[in-house]
């Protein structure tokens, strides 16, 4: 406790730390307080339904990414989730088209690029999710709630051109606070406020499991402090899922005369266990939520029941197989074996043991599929943990930190903010906030 106090100690007087970590949070806080506005023309007190309705499947992922803002009908309802679907699509064309992968290939000055191409596809998804959000305001609260069109005499169309571009602006208000962070705040912007949007719930969880519990003759204290204790080995078995890493040895050389290497140093190259972090449990929600467009029908309404019973057994099963094939899939595209070895060659590298060349992708592909097998399996299971702690009785909302994207995103971000300020504490010659003075982010190094 006294070495913990002395680093925050150290943390203030680092003058550059300090003025991130004001300028970090004063934009926090401008993110939280616009979470809480409503877009105008809308009846704040009418949108109880809505927001019940907004906590399940992938609507509840929208609504935890944006921090509730979705659930409150706010100007920032959609989040940062359309520049983060923009990125993913961007991201798989730098796989599938020529021109993005070059970019890739390019350095800053690609990198440049596909940022501002990622921006445009934004405001695109934009355009798109925004009517379709609002489409669904429309059928799940009462039309008394929409102010502006019953009152001023606005038209559901004007309404919705007006809506549509206040939640376009809020969004790209957002992301452009998201980037602001990360250039003259702690870093890690826009995955920063994502993570304080899950931690906002998390009070409000914790206070409801104890009071549903608290309020039980039987064994409630009891029941809770065992779910206290769960929770706790569950968030240090997801803390060992971010940090898992296979190290691969390279030789560097420092001399090359003829054919023959002398001299070198070795340097090793961290394959994490889980290089695809939570996007195939998104993938994988989304896909769980198509057989709900069977449940209209009275054929197939029976199945659609089934599939989308979340805390049923055919549901969890589906959704395990599809997060650990979506795991694959993804490690497959962000991580190539080809540019590491290219890489390595450029740089007079090599792998002790294994040619260079086709060889060393062959054994860089084989490393990466036997490390993502266990990887995936283990981030099945914490896929489908807070449908097995529904299940023991453990209350919705807290029940969603005991796995998922809520916890892995909560894990993997908090980890990569202090690896931040570990970096300024020990350039500035402190001691940092481990005990070996390293800590091991989602970088993995």
């Known amino acids: 406790m006294k070495k913990f106090i002395e680093t925050i100690k150290n943390i203030f007087k680092i003058e550059e730390l300090r003025k991130r970590l004001g300028y970090t949070a004063l934009l926090i806080l401008i993110y ?24 399940q499947g992938l609507v509840g992922l929208l609504n935890m990414f944006s921090g509730g803002a979705f659930g409150n009908a706010s100007i920032f309802a959609l989040g940062v989730m359309p520049y983060i679907s923009a990125s993913i699509i961007i991201q798989l064309l730098g796989v599938f088209v020529p021109y993005f992968k070059k970019l890739q290939m390019e350095g800053e000055s690609g990198r440049k690029k596909m940022n501002q191409y990622t921006r445009y596809l934004t405001i695109l998804v934009l355009c798109i999710q925004g009517p379709a959000y609002l489409a669904g305001l429309h059928n799940q609260i009462p039309g008394q709630a929409f102010v502006a069109v019953n009152q001023l005499g606005w038209s559901n169309f004007m309404f919705n051109i007006v809506s549509t571009l206040i939640l376009l602006g809020g969004s790209m208000f957002v992301m452009w606070l998201g ?23 998390f009070p409000h969880a ?6 549903e519990k ?25 803390i060992a899922l971010v940090q898992a890493v296979r190290r691969v040895p390279v030789q ?22 889980n290089a695809a972090g939570v996007m195939p449990i998104i993938f994988a929600q989304a896909l769980m939520l198509f057989p ?27 959704f395990f197989f599809l997060v650990v094939a979506f795991t694959y899939f993804y490690t497959a595209v962000t991580v190539n074996p080809t540019y590491m070895a290219e890489d390595m060659k450029r740089n007079g590298g090599f792998i002790p043991g294994v040619k260079p060349g086709k060889k060393t992708v062959e054994f860089l592909d084989s490393i990466m599929s036997k490390v993502t097998l266990p990887g995936s399996i283990f981030l099945g299971f914490i896929a489908i943990f807070p449908a097995i702690a529904i299940i023991m009785g453990v209350n919705n909302s807290f029940a969603s ?30 001691d940092g906030l481990m005990k070996t003075g390293r800590l091991t982010g989602r970088s993995g190094m």
């Open 179 to 201: 980037e602001r962070i990360t250039d003259r705040g702690i870093g890690n912007g826009i995955s920063l406020i994502i993570m304080i949007g899950i931690v906002a719930r």
């Open 206 to 211: 914790i206070i409801a499991e104890a009071g």
């Open 292 to 318: 709900m467009l069977f449940s209209r029908w009275d054929a197939t309404r029976g199945l659609a029941a089934t599939l989308g019973n979340y805390t049923g057994f055919w549901y969890n099963l589906i």
């Open 214 to 238: 608290l309020t039980t003759t039987n064994g409630g204290l009891l029941f809770f402090i065992v779910e206290l204790v769960a929770w706790f080995f569950v968030l240090i078995a997801a």
């Open 401 to 430: 930190f005991f796995g998922g994207t809520s916890l892995l995103i909560l894990v993997g971000v908090v980890l990569d903010t202090l690896q931040q300020v570990e970096g300024y504490l020990l350039m500035r010659h402190y």
């Open 32 to 55: 939280r307080f616009g979470c809480q506005i409503v877009l105008p023309g809308i009846d704040p007190a009418m949108l109880a339904a809505f927001q019940s309705n907004s906590q």
């Open 252 to 273: 560097y050389a420092k001399r090359v005369i003829g054919n023959k290497q002398y001299g070198g140093v070795r340097q090793y190259i961290p394959l994490k266990i």
